[in-house]
């Protein structure tokens, strides 16, 4: 409101005053380039992770449809991220690059910086970016616990903490989750399930017990532990988990601003991590991502939840 305000005035001071002050040009630029900047800061803007290819791509397509505003394609590889871009270019559809490796918080931050200035904070944010070890990969499991917790846990983590004070009132947050999560949340011990459940779990209390698996992990301890044999399945229960953390502080601490945090599962999906066998196309798996990033103004729910195939599941 502030901003739309100081653009009449400043369209109006131009009109009267630039050509019979010798200032007048100087101050045409000026409110040019504050008209420009109050027109980006006013419009909305989508952000996807790992958005060059699977998944992520087609969430970046379907955004560019259907999302009022710019949508930005990010990736950590810029090639790939261009490539991308120039890729939906040529089906007639304008997403804009950003680089963003998840792992990077140096690039998180510039990131996260360049959204702040430019736009004023992020309506829609999906996390998507994720790593998954193949089945048959012959790393030792504390090496796959260790790599895949630090990507789809610990770097999604470092992404809602610089992103999050950033997404503006009536926002919404995607974690791109996984049912194998909920799967995984079953074959942990009646103690842990019950912490993973619980409404009074915090974020450090969560990082504490997602750092216990992959120290565990190291001395092939999990199982005495009470964790399941699969690192990718634990580091979807702490994206599901934290989602949930997120959604409730929001609602304490921001109860006005209507922004709606939900983790979900694409469903089985033929892309680079899961393989031809799948079940869905990219597009089909991007539909319940991009209905959460979607969620109508004025919607209270779902939030907190974990969604699949467009509904609220158990957890
Ligand atoms: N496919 C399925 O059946 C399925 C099922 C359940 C859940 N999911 C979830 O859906 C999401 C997308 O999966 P997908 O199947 O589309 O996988 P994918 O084809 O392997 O794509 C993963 C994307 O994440 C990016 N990425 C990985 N690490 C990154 C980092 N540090 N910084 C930025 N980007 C990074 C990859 O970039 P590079 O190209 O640079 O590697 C790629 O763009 C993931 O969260 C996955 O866990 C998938």
Redesign the pocket.
Known sequence: MFFRVCALRLRTSTGCTCISSSGGFQQILSSLHTTTTITEMSSKVAVV??????????IVQALCKDFQGDVYL????EG??KEAVASLSAEGLKAIFHQ?????VG?IRKAADFFKQKYGGVDVLV??????FKVNDTAPFATQADVTLR??YF?TRDMLTHFLPLIKAGGRVVN?????GVRSLHKCSEELQKRFRSEDISEDELTTLMTRFVELAKNGQHKEGGWPETA?GV??IG?TTLSMIHARRLSKERPDDQILVNAC??????????GPK?T?S?AE?AET?VFLALLPAGASAPHGKFVSDKAVQAW
Not at 100 to 104: G, R, V, Y
Not at 176 to 180: F, G, L, P, R
Not at 265 to 273: E, K, N, Y
């Open positions: 992770t790992g958005g060059n290819k699977g998944i992520g791509k087609a990010t990736a950590r590889d790939r991220g963003l490796d998840i792992n990077d690039s996390n998507n970016a994720a790593i998954a990507t789809n770097a791109v989750s996984s049912s194998s990718y580091s979807k994206v599962c694409p469903g089985w999906v033929r892309t680079d991590m899961a799948a869905k990219p798996g991502p």
